[in-house]
């Protein structure tokens, strides 16, 4: 997805499916084909397409959100099913003679952009991490901080109400910057230009014969992953049956995580993840799950009680939760120090460039004199932009201390002059190497803030309040500038894709809650040993935490290992530099892992580790096999993986709040305790 090219946090990781550009000229291919008015690239068939999409795709993001966070990017299938619904349907019109609006790339464009960022929505909307994390069992699983100024009752009614207030303010904070990114600095923006050629290349003649043959892998893919989920449902009558509880290498490593369970979803996120995030992430389980945590639980008694229990805090809960925020916010201060640094060196160099014409008639190349005079054709006023930011913000000053007494008006007012200028850096750095740094923004303004309100004023709350505000401007600036370089590149209007986006965001902002109610009603979620243990909403409220009362009530010694992570992420991602700027012969930095990554089953576990690795296992045979059967059509197999079975979960979602249990419990016990279980039966 455009909207989720690398999100840290959740490790959403680009899985490409752009073709590189074809040196000969491409916009002459489409020399004939009159491009529409801006309004006529926004037609009834798009929006309602839009609609239909974006409620698939926030099913998808919720599940994989509150199950564990790692999210790849979906261009490919958000791409490819627009274009199959949108195609179809007008050779049905054509045929019966109602075709009025040929399908074009523009309306294609104008639909990527409205599901994506409605999915985007799904990601910083934080109903797995930090709104979740204001919830009374998330509270109760910190210990501290469970007081009633630091917690608060989830309901549908505010959290939309929230998303409303907050969520817009970004596309407002950019728009006047659209011109000096695209035209004058010329920035890549890679996710937004892969995007571009993948629906350019669907509205050729070769191009859309191929994309037929996508659209039908992705559907095979996608029912039988469907199928495959509901055949595994009838053995899941309770938490521990089934498939997804198999002990595939033994009942001991079951018991510290490591197991196969048969989710075709993580199975396809691996093979849309780079080898080396699965890698990472196999490392990380291995060295927590396997080395450090059975280390620390030995001394059980000494370095924390023994009466404590494994849920608190206090305990190994407090290990597995602080090692895992040490990694990750040193890789994200990281990479934020970085990406300053990286925008403000450019930026100074575009300054210094003598050679910053935009002028349509003074550029030679016939696709970019044709690209500039489309974008610059329909132009979004900035008195609207920067009134609208100013208007907003004063809603949302009004608004949000409504919702959340803990923040006073101008703290958020500081924050609304703040976060234009990271919104900016963080739209700079995505155009240079599509990394958005979003939710390290959101955990910076956690520590902020909760720190600021303090614990007796309910700073925890406060805390996660502010990351949302943070997050969306932030995310939803980057992704607006993706979406206007995929505009420029398909020649469609900078205004219809600012519209695309508002109502994309518009409906993230009421399928979100609405998908996640669905979910949260039908299952115990934030459960760490349920189906959907949301581990970002406990380590969020523990970056609050930390906010509030800072080191002093973790366990003992974990300080010390905090900071040993700390450093240990940083210096990583420096060798990492180093090796790429100094050490080009055998590019050993595609080796390194990514502390991020490590650091996510710290929590969990290695279950989805293994599939992800299972999912590169299988990319990796295909590619020997048919490497280039695999670059065309991988990604839509695992698009079809992850789409059945995630969206097996509304269903399921249905049966369980109507109380239709599955019929069978598969389980799994050692020889010693069957033999107890059939004694006990007689």
């Known amino acids: 997805m455009a909207t989720q090219d690398k999100h840290d946090d959740a490790a959403l990781v680009d899985g490409g499916g752009g073709a590189a550009p074809d040196p000969v000229s491409l916009e002459k291919e489409f020399e004939e084909m009159a491009v529409p008015s801006w309004r006529n690239q926004i037609t009834i068939r798009s929006v309602v397409v839009s609609v239909i999409l974006s409620a698939v795709f926030n099913v998808i993001v919720c599940k994989l959100n509150l199950s564990t966070g790692v999210i790849p990017s979906l261009n490919v299938a958000a791409g490819l099913l627009g274009f199959a619904m949108v195609k179809g349907w007008t050779v049905l019109m054509e045929k019966a003679g109602y075709l009025k609006q040929p399908f074009t790339r523009q309306e294609n464009t104008v639909i990527q952009t409205c599901v994506v960022a409605s999915s985007g929505i799904a990601f910083s909307s934080g109903t797995a991490s930090y709104l979740l994390g204001m919830s009374p069992m998330t509270a109760a699983q910190a210990d501290t901080g469970n007081t009633p100024m630091n917690i608060k009752q989830l309901s549908i009614g505010w959290m939309m109400a929230y998303l409303f207030t907050v969520s817009f303010l970004g596309l407002f904070s950019i728009v006047p910057l659209r011109k000096v990114m695209i035209l004058k ?3 890549t923006y890679p996710s937004g230009t892969a995007t571009a050629y993948l629906i350019n290349s669907f509205h050729t003649p070769k191009g859309a014969k191929v994309a037929k043959k996508k659209v039908w892998v992705l559907f095979k893919s996608f029912v039988g992953s469907f199928l495959w989920a509901c055949f595994q ?3 899941n009558a309770a938490d521990g049956c089934g498939f997804s509880s198999f002990p595939t290498f033994g009942l001991g490593a079951f018991n510290k995580r490591f197991y196969f369970d048969f989710s075709a979803t993580y199975v396809g996120v691996g093979m849309i993840c780079p080898y080396m995030v699965n890698v990472s992430l196999l490392i990380g389980a291995i060295l927590s799950w396997g080395i450090l945590w059975p280390v620390i639980e030995s001394k059980k008694g000494d370095w924390y009680s023994a009466e404590i229990p494994a849920s608190s805090l206090h305990g190994i809960q407090g290990y597995r939760v602080f090692l895992a925020i040490a990694m990750m916010l040193g890789d994200g201060l990281y990479h934020v120090v970085y990406m300053l640094a990286v925008t403000a060196r450019s930026f100074f160099r575009h300054k210094e460039s003598t050679n910053e014409a935009t002028g349509v008639d003074q550029i030679t190349d016939y696709d970019e004199k044709k690209r500039t005079e489309f974008f610059l054709k329909d132009q979004i006023p900035n008195k609207v932009a920067m009134g609208g930011y100013v208007l907003l913000a004063v809603v949302s000053i009004i608004v949000i201390p409504l919702i959340f007494h803990q923040l006073k008006w101008y703290q958020i007012l500081v924050a609304y002059i703040i976060a234009p200028i990271l919104a900016f850096c963080n739209a700079y750095g995505c155009g240079l190497t599509d990394w958005s740094l979003a939710s390290n923004y959101g955990k910076i303004a956690i520590l902020v803030f909760s720190s600021w309100v303090g614990m007796d004023q309910g700073g925890v709350l406060a805390g996660l309040a502010s990351c949302g505000v943070m997050m969306s401007i932030v995310s939803t600036a980057s992704d607006l500038m993706q979406d206007f370089k995929t505009g420029y590149l ?11 986006q508002v109502l ?19 299952y115990s979620v934030g459960d760490p040993q349920g189906s959907y243990p949301a581990p970002y909403a406990l380590m969020y409220r523990g970056i609050a935490l930390l906010g509030v009362e800072g080191f002093s009530t973790l366990p003992k010694n974990c300080m010390t290992l905090v900071i040993v992570f700390f450093i240990g992420a940083v210096v990583i991602n420096i060798a990492t530099e180093l090796l790429k700027r100094y050490e080009t012969k055998y590019r050993v930095y595609r080796f390194v892992p990514s502390p991020m990554c490590m650091a996510i089953p710290f929590y969990l576990g290695a279950y989805f580790a293994v599939d992800m690795c299972i999912g590169s296992l299988i990319l990796f045979i295909w590619e020997m096999k048919n490497k280039n059967g695999a670059k065309e059509f991988a990604p839509a197999v695992a698009s079809g993986l992850i789409c059945g079975d995630s969206l097996w979960g509304i269903p399921a979602a249905v049966l369980a709040l109507s109380g239709v249990q599955a019929p069978i419990c598969m389980k799994f016990l050692s020889a010693s305790a069957n033999k107890r279980v059939d004694a006990f039966l007689g």
Do not use: D, H, Q
């Not at 398909?490 to 695309?500: A, C, Q």
């Open 504 to 522: 994309g965001t518009a409906l993230g902002c009421f399928m979100s809650p609405l998908v996640f109610w669905i979910f949260y009603k039908a």
């Open 233 to 235: 449902w009838f053995f």
């Open 490 to 500: 398909t020649l469609s209007s900078p205004r219809s894709m600012f519209v695309g």
């Open 185 to 187: 600095y010329k920035l």
